[in-house]
C-alpha cells in the first residue's frame, strides 16, 4: 500500500534494534533464572523457549508438554534486561523479558494462549503482554480495512494513516511517557505492523523525539548496556534524518531532541501569561514540582532563593511548577519568588515527568538535556556549579 511506502528504508533499523541483546555462554556456573506454569490443553504439544538476539530468535530449549500441561525451562540469566519468545505449537507466540527475577511463572491454555496468558516475575511484562494485544487489534483492523472491496482506495489509505496514529498515540500517553526508561517502552518503539515499523524516526519528527525520550532515559537508568547503545544510535540517526537544512546552518538551532523536547512543559504564570520550558534552553535549569502546601516548602524555598541569588546571573533559572488545589493561595505563595512559577492545574506534567512524590526536582543542563534527579544527588550545588562551567 502506498500509505506504508515512506517507511520501507527503515525497516533494517527498526528490526535490529528490537534484536540486539546479549547471548549468554551455558556454563555450569552460569546464573539462571526459571519460566515455569501450566498450558491447559496441550497435552502432548511442543513449547519452546528463544532468546530474541541479533539475528533472529535463537532456540534455547523445547521440549513436549506433559499430560498435566506442566513445563519448567532454566535459562542463562542475562546481564541486563533481554526479550524472550515462548511458543506453544499450534497456538501462537508470546514475548516476555526477564531481568533479575528468580521465577517467571507463565500459565495459559493452548485455545486462547496468545491473549490469555497470565504472567508473574516482572511488572513489565504485563504492560508489554498489553501493548501486544493492542497492537494485534490494530493489525486485524488494518487487515479488514485493506481488504475492502470498496474503489475508495485513497480514503481507505487515509482511514489506515489515522488508524495507525490514534495507535501510537496512545501508546506514547499510556506507556512511554510515564516510564520512558522501561523496558516496555522500548518494545513499544520496536514494533512492527506486518513488517513495516510503527514507529519510524528517519521520516516523522514527532517518533524521532519518542526515541530520543527513551535513549536519554536509557543512558541514565541503564547505562553502557546495548540496548542503550542501539536506541541512542537510532535516535541520532533520526535526528540527522528530520532536522530541517536550516537548523543545520544556524547554531542556535541545533540543539538535540532530548526528554525535554518530547515532554516540554508551558503552563500559566500568576498573571495568566503562559510560559514553556523549552524557552529556557541554553540555561542551567532546576525544574521543580512541587505544592506550596507542603510544610516543607518555607525552608526549601529559602534555600532554593540562595541558589538562585548566587547563580542566575551566570545562566541558571528555577522552573518551578505547583500542583495546589487551591489557585488563589498559589498566587500568594508565588508572588515574591524571583524564579518561573508556574501551576499546573490537572497534573499532567507529572505523567510526563515520571514523578512518584512531591516535592521532587530535575536538573537540565544548557542542551536541554536531564542529567539527573534528587535522588541521584548528594550536593546540587555542586552539579549546578559543574554544569555552568561547561
Not at 527503515?10 to 551455558?26: E, G, H, Q, T, Y
Not at 500517553?173 to 520512558?180: D, S
Not at 536538573?363 to 546540587?380: A, C, F, H, P
Request: glycine content about 4%; charged content about 30%.
Amino acid at each position: 500500500m502506498k500509505f506504508f511506502k515512506g517507511i520501507l528504508t527503515c525497516f533494517s533499523i527498526i528490526a535490529a534494534a528490537a534484536l540486539v541483546f546479549s547471548s549468554c555462554s551455558k556454563k555450569e556456573t552460569t546464573p539462571t533464572f526459571t519460566v515455569k506454569g501450566n498450558i491447559a490443553n496441550a497435552t502432548d504439544k511442543s513449547i519452546g523457549i528463544y532468546h530474541i538476539a541479533e539475528g533472529g530468535a535463537k532456540e534455547i530449549e523445547k521440549k513436549k508438554l506433559d499430560k498435566s500441561g506442566n513445563y519448567e525451562f532454566n535459562v542463562t540469566k542475562p546481564e541486563h534486561f533481554d526479550f524472550y519468545l515462548m511458543n506453544v505449537e499450534g497456538s501462537g507466540t508470546i514475548v516476555f523479558i526477564a531481568d533479575s527475577t528468580e521465577t517467571i511463572t507463565i500459565n495459559s491454555n493452548a485455545e486462547d494462549f496468545i491473549q490469555g496468558y497470565t504472567i508473574d516475575g516482572n511488572s513489565e511484562n504485563q504492560r508489554i503482554k498489553e501493548i501486544k494485544v493492542l497492537r494485534d487489534a490494530l493489525e486485524e483492523q488494518v487487515k479488514a480495512m485493506a481488504s475492502s472491496t470498496s474503489p475508495a482506495i485513497v480514503k481507505t489509505e487515509r482511514e489506515i494513516r489515522t488508524l495507525v496514529d490514534e495507535f501510537k498515540e496512545n501508546l506514547i500517553k499510556q506507556y512511554i511517557i510515564p516510564a520512558p526508561g522501561s523496558a516496555s517502552a522500548y518494545f513499544a518503539l520496536t514494533l512492527t505492523l506486518g513488517e513495516m515499523p510503527i514507529f519510524n524516526p528517519l521520516t516523522d519528527k514527532n517518533d524521532c523525539r519518542c526515541f530520543a525520550a527513551v535513549a536519554t532515559n536509557f543512558q541514565r537508568e541503564h547505562p553502557d548496556t546495548r540496548h542503550t547503545k542501539r536506541i541512542t544510535e537510532i535516535a541520532e540517526q533520526g535526528l540527522k534524518a528530520t532536522r530541517k537544512p536550516r537548523e543545520v546552518e544556524l547554531e542556535v538551532e541545533e540543539r538535540e531532541a532530548t526528554i525535554t523536547d518530547m515532554f516540554d512543559i508551558e503552563l500559566p504564570k500568576a498573571n495568566g501569561e503562559k510560559i514553556a520550558l523549552s524557552s529556557m534552553t541554553g540555561k542551567v535549569i532546576l525544574l521543580d514540582f512541587t505544592a506550596y502546601e507542603n510544610t516543607e516548602m518555607s525552608s526549601r524555598n529559602i534555600k532554593m532563593r540562595e541558589l538562585y541569588e548566587k547563580y542566575s546571573k551566570r545562566g541558571f533559572e528555577i522552573f518551578q511548577i505547583s500542583f495546589d488545589r487551591r489557585e488563589h493561595f498559589w498566587q500568594q505563595s508565588a508572588a515574591n519568588l524571583p524564579w518561573t512559577c508556574v501551576r499546573d492545574a490537572n497534573g499532567r506534567s507529572i505523567a510526563l515527568y515520571n514523578v512518584q512524590a512531591l516535592p521532587t526536582f530535575f536538573l537540565i543542563n544548557r542542551k536541554g538535556e536531564i542529567i539527573m534527579r534528587d535522588t541521584q544527588i548528594e550536593d546540587v550545588e555542586k552539579e549546578i556549579e559543574k554544569l555552568l562551567k561547561n
